[in-house]
């Protein structure tokens, strides 16, 4: 264990992490699209509801650009690891097969290889858990820093065991299935390096001639964060700053007009003194791809009321297909079953060969 610990320690400074991994991420951005076989893209979210304009730019455009280029991607919904600080489970399945119409509306395309599943039904991978546990310490677990923050943050009194080793649960996802890309934001890269750590020493100590699970780095997103329209924190269904991608065009017109801004008439792109028009600004050209400076130019005198109907027309237009696509999927449920069964078919085949592989290495055949 000591010797385990000191590695850690050593690998655990945050800023050489994230200069590491951010350029990790340019190498493989630049590789994949040569060599997408290469590299098995594992990601996904927490079943926590419906997703909003921040997912889609930040994450869901990434994932079907890569799906497009042909790399294999696995989405896995956590059903298991919302429950470390959800108390409410009852609508768990459902918010899962909504998540699977954002998924779909927004352009995935299930295929062999490209692929949706909720992770509680994969028993062959969750069976990993337990090698793996035995692979981390409880002091590394302790000092993860993305955990600590989500503790302090729920405001929970006695912090359930879940909290502590879903990172190592991650690990599994990301493993069983031998994922070495990942699209995540920054604050995944704690439980990454975990992920990294899990693999390295499992191969170490368990197969050291054959290497069993690859070293998962992941892909950092490009798109600026997006904050909610309160212009003060990332967006969240929780601040209720969002804008949905369920939501009708009315309804984004409407939250779009009770957005803040600021005193000043003239639009100008100035993120550090002006936050809440940059951000608006910004959207504006995720959605039309002109540079945010380009576009306050032409807006100018036209005020917030024009920045307000300019981002709303954008918008809309840019989510009008997907919005069509949303209210079909919504109507076929048997479809949305389908693609997850599919998916759990899929991922279990993967997980038990990767299980049988496991304890082979750890001598457990009978
Ligand atoms: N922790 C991720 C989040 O909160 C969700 C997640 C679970 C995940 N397993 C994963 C992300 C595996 C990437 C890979 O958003």
Redesign the pocket.
């Known amino acids: 264990m000591a010797q385990i610990q000191e590695s850690f320690v050593e690998e655990s400074n945050a800023e050489k992490i994230l200069a590491e991994a951010v350029k990790k991420s340019e190498e493989i951005e630049k590789d994949i699209a040569i060599n997408p076989k290469k590299y098995k893209v594992?990601?996904?979210?927490?079943p926590t509801g419906r997703l909003h304009i921040g997912h889609y730019f930040g994450s869901l455009k990434n994932r079907v650009r890569l799906s497009k280029m042909g790399v294999p991607t696995m989405i896995?919904i956590?059903d298991y690891?919302v429950l470390t600080d959800h108390d409410a489970f009852e609508s768990i399945s459902q918010n899962t097969k909504q998540l699977v119409i954002d998924y779909l509306a927004a352009g995935i395309e299930v295929s062999d290889d490209v692929f949706i599943y909720p992770?509680s039904h994969v028993p062959e991978a969750n069976q990993l858990m337990i090698p793996f546990l035995t692979l981390v310490s409880s002091a590394e677990l302790d000092r993860n820093p993305t955990v600590k923050d989500e503790i302090l943050k729920s405001g929970m009194k006695s912090v359930n065991a879940g909290m502590l080793t879903?990172p190592v649960?991650?690990a599994v996802?990301?493993l069983f299935c031998k994922?070495n890309v990942?699209?995540?934001g920054k604050d995944?890269l704690p439980?990454l390096e975990v992920a990294r750590l899990i693999a390295k020493r499992f191969n170490k100590k368990f197969s050291p001639e054959k290497p069993i699970f690859p070293e998962p780095h992941a892909l950092l997103s490009k798109t600026p964060m997006i904050l909610g329209l309160d212009g003060a924190s990332k967006m969240s269904k929780s601040l209720g700053n969002t804008i949905m991608l369920c939501a009708t065009e009315d309804e984004t017109a409407k939250a779009i007009k009770k957005a803040k801004t600021d005193q000043e008439r003239h639009i100008t792109y100035e993120p550090e003194t002006r936050p809440e028009v940059a951000n608006l600004l910004r959207i504006i050209s995720l959605c039309t791809g002109e540079e945010p400076q380009a576009i306050a130019e032409r807006i100018g005198d036209g005020g917030g009321g024009m920045l307000k109907n300019t981002l709303t027309e954008v918008l809309n237009e840019e989510l009008r297909p997907l919005r069509q696509k949303r209210a079909e999927l919504e109507k076929d449920e048997t479809y949305i079953k389908k693609v997850l069964n599919d998916g759990v078919f899929k991922a279990r085949q993967i997980a038990s060969k990767t299980l049988e592989e496991v304890r082979t290495a750890m001598n457990m055949n009978i």
Request: glycine fraction near 10%.
């Open positions: 594992l990601t996904g979210d927490r896995l956590a690891q992770h879903y649960h991650q996802d990301i994922g990942v699209p995540v995944q439980h």
